[in-house]
């Protein structure tokens, strides 16, 4: 198990608008929908759905959307949303990763195509860049939850895979089938997560500069922006310098 630096990936923050803040709170509301739906609608019974669940309240979304969402799921004239994967690579050989909920297959193709074309980027096929990721569980902490060693020794008595810690917090990784008991086991040591969920995490990461590092930032924000896009992966880094360089 490692300790270090988290890479500062896709870690570009998005202005706490009411616009922003309110599409945030789409995505989850239709990712809760759809897990009550796929399973039984009781956090209690349903992994994905507490999962779910728990995201919403740690992005501090209103009970009563929480609620809604749920029962959303029940409803004969609910929307059927379709789970879709998108891959492709953007500018300088990143691999990216797309996930998507639609009720409208055609439209997100078209939308996620577009955006990937205009921006220095090109679709592939299913399975196309998804072997350079792994399939892993993601629970995050702020550093107020402790020091690099508090939660190193947290994280293995829970049974975790690897850690990264700078300080900005700590990311905890677990393997895929293990997640919901590593989630409990470090709920018992540190309290409740900042967030919990189940991502595509590079095996290796491809070095950017600031001019391609540009273009791909504009391509993974369009699609981020997306209504139908739940979540946008890429095995990209950039220097400090060239990071600064962008947010200037």
């Known amino acids: 198990m490692a300790g270090h630096s988290h890479a500062k990936n896709i870690m570009h923050r998005k202005g706490k608008s009411d616009a922003a803040r309110s599409k945030v709170f789409s995505k989850l509301a239709r990712e809760i929908t759809v897990a009550a739906k796929l399973g039984v609608p009781d956090p209690q019974f349903n992994s994905r759905l507490r999962l779910a669940v728990s995201n919403a309240r740690s992005q501090s979304m209103p009970k009563d959307n929480i609620e809604r969402a749920i029962k959303k799921a029940a409803g004969a004239d609910g929307e059927n949303y379709e789970e879709i994967r998108y891959e492709g690579y953007g500018p300088g050989g990143v691999a990216v990763i797309v996930e998507a909920l639609t009720d409208n297959r055609n439209r997100t193709a078209s939308n996620v195509r577009s955006t990937f074309s205009k921006n220095g980027g090109a679709l592939g096929e299913t399975n196309s860049v998804a072997f350079m990721f792994d399939r892993v569980g993601e629970i995050t902490y702020p550093?107020?939850?402790?020091?690099?060693?508090?939660?190193?020794?947290?994280?293995?008595?829970a049974g975790a895979?690897?850690?990264e810690?700078?300080?900005d917090g700590h990311w905890i990784y677990t393997a895929f089938e293990t997640?919901?008991?590593?989630?409990?086991?470090?709920e018992k040591a540190l309290g409740e997560p900042e967030s919990a969920k189940f991502i595509w995490k590079p095996q290796n990461n491809v070095p950017v500069d600031a001019e391609k590092g540009e273009t791909l930032l504009k391509l993974i924000g369009i699609l981020e922006d997306d209504d139908d896009v739940q979540n946008v992966y890429a095995n990209f880094e950039m220097s400090d310098e060239d990071m600064a360089k962008l947010d200037a």
């Open 179 to 186: 997640m919901a008991d590593v989630q409990a086991a470090l």
């Open 143 to 157: 550093a107020s939850a402790g020091d690099s060693d508090t939660v190193m020794e947290a994280a293995i008595e």
């Open 165 to 167: 810690s700078d300080e």
């Open 161 to 163: 895979d690897d850690v």
